[in-house]
């Protein structure tokens, strides 16, 4: 059996406000193979968002191990974070951050600049990834030219220009309507098909109905961690369309 | 990040803002030019006074005959003849400091040859005078000892006097009439411009001095007494003004049997104390323009931390979404020092365009020469790279230090 892309092991972490000490991850210890879609659930304050920091190389752990494709990222300099975060991670956010008065082009091939890869390359590679994502006409297109759908793949073909192992989304549909959430999700879906592993931060339980693991965070701990029959995303959209119609 | 893509994203985020970044290059356009425009006309003006001091002559102490307070109504300076030809001769034999002494008589009239006329002032001196104030020859030759002797009727003429009465011709070898004397021209002095109270030192004519006396002025009490106007004295290089000042007073006080205590009758005047007052005035000045551009230069380093820093605040954001997508801390730092450094070179290198433009034109109202050095545009330029550097520091490293969650959180 292949190795796990993820495995935390008693991952902790504390903030300290002034002399108390917050602790906001307290121990969390699970394995995400390769290729899986996970949805993580949890009201404000349960930890979800620090556990995707720290599975984005964002932040250090207090205490515990992170192995990420069998490195101890726990215990790598903010540098060598950095490289990783560049090499193996892709972020998609709710608010999307694009770059203003920048090109699509440009803000997909943005993580490549921070790789070393050469502008031709970069661009070639960046103009692949926005075709993929189905926005190869609005390459020049500034973010305020393009609507919430169509900026946030924009975000998904940044995070896939350095070809990731994974993928993490933080409540990627919650600044979109239903309509063009269902449509992100349809192409993470696909993405994921293709092999590569996502993390999703979600409270909607419709939107975490089409992952196939469902992760719930409660007061710093796993609280729930269950398979789930995904729903497919594109049937959905195309019901809808009907419904329309 | 490649340097460049580094460079094309500072470029980009200030023509973003144009106008602010505009602005924010104001103090350091203003500071850079003021550098320029400043160490150029400084050193236009040090050098014209330097050339001043070496067409007077350096070292040049002038004995002028005072007002005399015999008959008891005080005449002016130089108008009554209280030296005499004796004096100056004394002078450069008997003081050691003195390297050489010129009486000379002035007087002025018109200038006549043949249907050209022109008033001008005349000197009589002797061979010396040209050594003493460092005057030259353009053409011709000066007096020889024989001709001082003899009263011969020759001039040597300023180029002024030779444009008026003779154009473009060589006046060598013409005859001229002062006070109806025919005079031969047997050269004429290189051109000088103007002294600095403004008098035109070209327009002159210099005859021997016993030829000014017998022939010209003619006066018959001049004649007998041999007084003089005034004593050019050339000092001897490295003596101290000061010193041959006293006994070039001592001699002539002795000269003139004058009682201790009793007023001289002469005046001594240092003309290279005057130059070098100026001088001093002139680096005074240099000085207030270098603590100006000093000052402009620290407040536009300040607008620019200023803006930088906003900046900063403003792109919190995008500082957290270029850590997530890879950006180490050092290249956050890079892009914003990058950022405070183009502006400030924008800034500098506009500012050195108006400052050899402000210094070309401040040289053409002024008519001296402004002497713009490369080295000084080196150092404006140098200069805000440096402001760039030093006042963008804190706010790059400010934007590297933040924590990529935080800085993605950022409303």
Known sequence: ?245 | MSFLATLRIALKALRVNSLRSGLTMLGIIIGVAAVIVMIAVGRGAQSKVEDQIRSLGSNLIIVFSASSTFTGARSAAGAAYTISEEDGYAIGREVEEVYAAAPTLRGSGQVVAGNANWSTTFYGVTTNYFEVRNWSLAEGRGFDQAEMNGAAKVAIIGTTVAANLFGSESPVGQVVRVRSVPLTVIGVLQKKGQSLSGNDQDDVLLMPLSTARNRVLGATALAKSRSVGAIHIKVRDGVDMKIAEERIRELLRQRHRLQPGQEDDFNLRNLTEILQAREESSKVMALLLAAVASVSLLVGGIGIMNIMLVSVTERTREIGLRRAVGARAADILRQFLVEAVTLSLIGGLTGILLGIGGALAIGRWVEWPIELSSGAILLAAGFAALIGIFFGYYPARKAARLSPIEALRYE
């Open chain 1, 1 to 245: 059996m292949a190795p796990p892309l993820i495995r935390t092991q008693d991952l902790a972490k504390e903030y300290r406000m002034g002399s108390t000490v917050v602790p906001a991850l307290r121990g969390v210890t699970l394995e995400i193979a390769r290729g899986e879609f996970i949805a993580v659930m949890g009201p404000s304050g349960s930890g979800k968002s620090t556990f995707m920091n720290l599975l984005g190389c964002l932040d250090h752990p207090s205490g515990g191990e992170y192995l990420l494709d069998g490195q101890a990222v726990s215990r790598f300099s903010d540098d060598a974070l950095a490289a990783l975060r560049n090499r193996s991670l892709g972020f998609v956010f709710q608010n999307f951050n694009l770059l203003p008065r920048t090109t699509a082009l440009d803000n997909v091939a943005l993580p490549l600049l921070y790789g070393h890869v050469a502008t031709a390359e970069a661009r070639l590679r960046a103009t692949r990834r926005l075709a993929q994502v189905g926005l190869a006409e609005r390459m020049d297109h500034q973010p305020a030219q393009l609507s919430g759908g169509q900026q946030q793949r924009v975000a998904i073909a940044r995070a896939l220009v350095n070809d990731p192992a994974l993928i993490l989304a933080d409540e990627p549909t919650g600044a979109l309507d239903t309509r063009t959430g269902i449509e992100i999700m349809v192409l993470l879906q696909a993405l994921n098909r293709e092999g590569i592993t996502i993390v999703l931060v979600t409270h909607e339980h419709d939107i975490a109905a089409y992952a196939d693991r469902i992760i719930g965070f409660r007061d710093g701990r796993v609280v729930e961690d269950r398979r789930n029959e995904r729903r497919d995303a594109s049937a959905d959209f195309s019901a809808l369309d009907k419904v329309a119609a």
